[in-house]
């Protein structure tokens, strides 16, 4: 009886651990802004972490209309858990104005980079940027489009 | 309790626990929105005047080179600018890009922004003329929201 009982120890402990776990959320709270521009030849424009807006190329940054910001995401889970984020590997997203013009997403970053520690209170906030490929002469729209992050748990 | 009902429950545990790593308990994901706006742009040359120069306005200002706020500027009027914008500042708000020493000139713009208040909602300096004696006619540029 006793043998039984002490291989079930650890398995029995390690489940209890895994259900007493709170579970792990992640919430988008801002969305991804690129702001208002004119195209021009083209070129590409950066949202930073930060929600600071670089531009390359003829692309003219416009000021109004709106303001470039970083999307936002709110994890919370275990105090003082390690995680890792996954954001869109390049070529995967891209924003659309509901016809023919599209504009690619590319060279996603995120704050903190990569890894993260949940904060004493089991919540982290993520920032999160990325550069958009404006083409030459790219149609005058609204463009819009999504992308995933994911975050797990080392 | 019965060994086979030790077993068993031992064996309900260890397989989820063996599980439990694949669950994804341990993983959340969601999804963002994203969003651009593409305006038309407009040359309205006239509004500001020409020949103007990037010097000009530039140094009138002091704009700095960098996406910081400037102040007002005065108007550069010319025969074709509408009375009603002759008397209005324009509003500098950006000027990247566009203060490069070379020697004792500042070359031409790669690129600023003016906003104008007004029917406006802003004004570009596209580019000039290269030769860096800031005389060049600006090309200007605005962007309707």
Known sequence: ??????????????????????????????????????????GAISVGTGGARMKTGSVILVNQGGAASAAQFTIT????????????????????????????LNGFTSSPSGTGVLSGGGTQQINVGATLSVGSSQATGSYTGSFNVTVNYQ | MTTARHCALCAAAGLLCGLTPLMPVFAASTTAQAGATVVLPASVNAWLGVPVSVQDLLLAQDAPAGP???????????????????????WIAAAVESRQAFGIDIVPAAGATLLARGPAAAVSVASAATGGDGEAPLVITVAFN
């Open chain 1, 77 to 104: 889970g275990t105090p003082n858990a390690m995680f890792d984020i996954s954001l869109p590997v390049d070529g995967t997203v891209f924003l659309s104005d509901g016809a023919s013009g599209s504009m690619a």
């Open chain 2, 68 to 90: 910081a706020t400037g102040g007002l500027v005065p108007r550069v009027a010319s025969a074709s600018t509408p009375a009603i914008l002759r008397a209005l500042p324009v």
């Open chain 1, 1 to 42: 009886m006793r043998l039984p009982a002490r291989r079930c120890a650890l398995p029995l402990a390690l489940l209890l651990a895994s259900i007493a776990a709170p579970a792990q959320t992640l919430n988008n709270t801002a969305a991804l802004s690129f702001g208002a521009f004119t195209a021009g030849g083209g």
